[in-house]
């Protein structure tokens, strides 16, 4: 069987949860080399690890990586899980909104990130409409992206109308990471990225959402920009960890973009993010710098980055040119 390793999925009011069979779950599982050419390779994570490192109230991080050098920084500084998000539809593809990214164009992203990823559990975002008209189309969807992307787990955004789609992934292996709250996918229909869940009903139907999909197989759940209180109430409602992203405190585990946490993104700043880098700015530095060596001559320096002639080759040189005329 190619699927190896179980998990648990579990269900409300269940002590022991439905046991599924996972990809890449057990947690003696050890990369054979780690990325930065160390002799110390991290242990491998998760599903498994992760539901044990959620059981000792330890917090997951996760992060977005879209090529090998974010791939290989998440795995050399210690992320749990890296995410190849749809996000990439902007901050590196430019396009208006994650719903102009293609399914050919995130696969290219994947296997990028696949090269740099040994440790941390890697998860990609299903694109917009690749898995809308049922449980057949995600199906497909998700065997291009295990076949051709080489992601191990999906993330999928949205709430109960999904329900079918995610009960039928993980029936046949396809370990699932839920998104709601804010569905970026959806942000027109929203009326734009607001945040969610801040009457009642809407709250109560954010949370039949977080325990149906629980109840469909996912093995966590991304809360995204709902109020902190309610964030917190599912997380203590749920038995799979939560990450949350504009959510507080409360969650299992956090994500964000890297390019909002590097400070490289010049578009609109949420209230959630925080910059941890200057990225960006050490990025305009360097290219300002760089234009104004090569304006004044001072780069390439002659002795320092310049390859150089043996004497005697050099006069040669010159001698045959002197032949020829």
Request: glycine share 10%; aromatic share 8%.
């Amino acid at each position: 069987m190619s699927l190896i390793g179980i998990s648990r999925v579990f269900r409300p009011g269940s002590c022991r949860g439905d046991v599924r069979r996972w990809m890449s779950v057990h947690s003696s599982q050890y990369n054979k080399k780690a990325v930065d050419g160390s002799s110390t390779p991290r242990k491998k994570v998760t599903i498994q690890s992760l539901y044990n490192q959620h059981a000792t109230g330890i917090p997951i991080t996760m992060l977005t990586a879209y090529d090998f050098p974010t791939a290989r920084a998440c795995e050399v500084h210690g992320i749990d899980i890296t995410l190849v998000g749809d996000s990439l539809a902007q901050v590196c593809l430019g396009y208006d909104s994650t719903v102009n990214l293609t399914m050919t164009e995130m696969i290219h992203h994947c296997r990028a990130v696949v090269r740099g990823t040994v440790a941390p559990l890697l998860v990609a975002d299903m694109p917009f409409g690749s898995y809308y008209t049922g449980p057949e189309d995600a199906i497909r969807s998700a065997i291009r992206m295990r076949q051709e992307g080489g992601v191990e787990c999906l993330k999928i955004e949205g709430g109960e109308e999904i329900v079918d789609s995610v009960r039928a992934l993980t029936t046949f292996g396809f370990p699932v990471m839920g998104h709601i709250g804010l569905l970026p996918q959806r942000h027109t229909a929203l009326s734009g990225y607001k945040v969610q869940g801040r009457t009642a009903e809407s709250a109560h139907t954010i949370l039949r959402a977080a325990l149906a999909l629980q109840d469909a197989g996912v093995f966590a759940l991304v809360l995204e920009a709902i109020p902190h209180q309610l964030a917190t109430y599912i997380t203590s409602r749920l038995r799979v960890p939560t990450i949350g992203i504009g959510a507080g405190p409360g969650t299992s585990g956090q994500v964000l973009v890297w390019d909002d946490m590097m400070s490289t993104w010049h578009g609109h700043k949420a209230k959630f993010v925080r910059h941890f880098g200057n990225v960006g700015a050490e990025v305009g530095k360097g290219i300002q710098e760089y234009v104004s060596a090569v304006r004044d001559r001072s780069f390439p320096d002659v002795k320092k980055e310049s390859y150089e002639m043996e004497q005697g080759e050099w006069e040669r040189l010159l001698s045959m040119k002197q032949d020829q005329n």
